[in-house]
């Protein structure tokens, strides 16, 4: 359990280093690097936006596993207290937690009711 949330090496801290890492990354797309013509600039914009999405599901894949992980180490200590319903209650807790990020805009694209959303494949712009 420790390795997924104690510890410098810890999954929940790796992950969220990487994030951190990224948004250091993105501070960097800027003129300096792309230039200022058009087409340099437009795979800036998208490159930025990768960036910015990958960010945001690196810190929700850290706070998911901390999720997970504090309701283990709750279910280990309701067993040693004799719980006999731990097992239960984890797995039912557990279920709300999510696998897979999915974005909130790609979320609200997909659940879209509106067929040119589907046709044209607009949540296909979401990496996540």
Not at 8 to 22: F, I, K, M, P, R
Not at 38 to 51: I, T
Request: with cysteine.
């Amino acid at each position: 359990m420790s390795a997924l949330i104690e510890g410098d090496d810890c999954v929940v801290a790796n992950l969220n280093s990487a994030a951190d890492d990224l948004e250091r990354n993105i501070k960097l797309q800027n003129e300096g690097k792309w230039g200022t013509e058009e087409g340099p600039q437009a795979f800036a914009r998208v490159y930025k936006s990768y960036l910015e999405q990958e960010v945001a599901a690196l810190r929700a894949m850290a706070d998911n596993a901390g999720k997970f992980a504090g309701k283990v180490q709750e279910a280990i200590t309701n067993l040693k207290n004799g719980d006999t319903t731990a097992e239960a209650t984890l797995n039912e807790e557990i279920a709300s937690i999510d696998a897979v990020y999915v974005s909130p805009q790609k979320s609200a694209l997909l659940s879209s009711k509106d067929p040119t959303v589907h046709i044209l494949g607009l949540a296909d712009q979401y990496r996540y």
